[in-house]
């Protein structure tokens, strides 16, 4: 399993689009279906039939990001992806292999991957030693085993059930007790006796 960093998410609506139909990107939506792709160079020679002018430094390096997207990206592998818009890292498991799909002017060459969490910017660049403003759009992200156990932890389906069916009780106390309250503030007019039960409505809201 390898871990990677992708920095292609586009904008505000195309961050939404990943996150709604469970994808990643390259961009590169200018290109065509790229399944038959056998070598970096075909990617190239693309690049320069549609911007002929490009330095050959910065096609061959646009080349090798997109050619890494569609054929060294595994099921199974990591990925980091950095929102635009917000302090956050999104990670998620890959779980397809490359596909053609126009899902947005930014958005038609894609992999199917399962989101598991989000983590700040700032810890996600120290935990694991990132500069998220590098150039690279993609790269491999070294890093020991048991910090990539983390990422994938998930828990069972009866802690959830047990932390879910706790938050239920609680409600339903605060629920309770806000209601007692309310029913006594409809009861007094007495303006020592409503700030009293103000503060204890906001004391309960706190707890919870």
């Known amino acids: 399993m390898k871990f ?6 586009g904008t505000l609506e195309d961050e939404e689009i990943i996150l709604e139909n469970s ?3 390259i961009g590169g939506a200018e290109f065509p279906d790229l399944s038959g792709i056998e070598d970096k160079e075909q990617v190239k020679k693309l690049i320069l039939e549609k911007y002929p002018g490009m330095r050959g430094e910065l096609s061959e390096t646009w080349a090798g990001e997109i ?3 569609v054929t060294k990206i595994k099921k199974g592998d990591l990925v980091a992806v950095p929102f635009k818009t917000r302090n956050e890292v999104l990670v998620g498991k890959v779980t397809g292999n490359y596909e053609y799909r126009q899902l947005s002017d930014f958005i038609s060459h894609v992999r199917l991957v399962r989101w598991l969490k989000t983590v700040p910017k700032g810890y996600f660049e120290e935990e694991y030693d990132i500069d998220l403003n590098a150039p690279e759009a993609i790269s491999l992200i070294s890093t020991e085993p048991e910090k990539l156990s983390v990422l994938v932890e998930t828990k ?3 802690s959830l059930a047990r ?3 706790s938050t239920l009780g ?5 629920k309770e007790k806000m ?4 029913d006594r503030l409809a009861e007094t007019e007495e303006i020592p006796e409503v700030r009293k039960i103000a503060a204890e409505m906001e004391k309960i809201l706190k707890e919870k």
């Not at 990677?4 to 998410?9: G, H, P, T, V």
Request: net charge negative; hydrophobic share 60%; no cysteine.
């Open 4 to 9: 990677w960093l992708l920095k292609a998410a």
């Open 23 to 25: 994808v990643i990107t």
């Open 67 to 69: 050619y890494s997207f």
């Open 156 to 158: 069972s389906l009866e």
């Open 163 to 165: 932390e879910l069916s």
């Open 170 to 174: 609680d409600l339903d106390l605060m």
């Open 179 to 182: 209601l007692e309250l309310v």
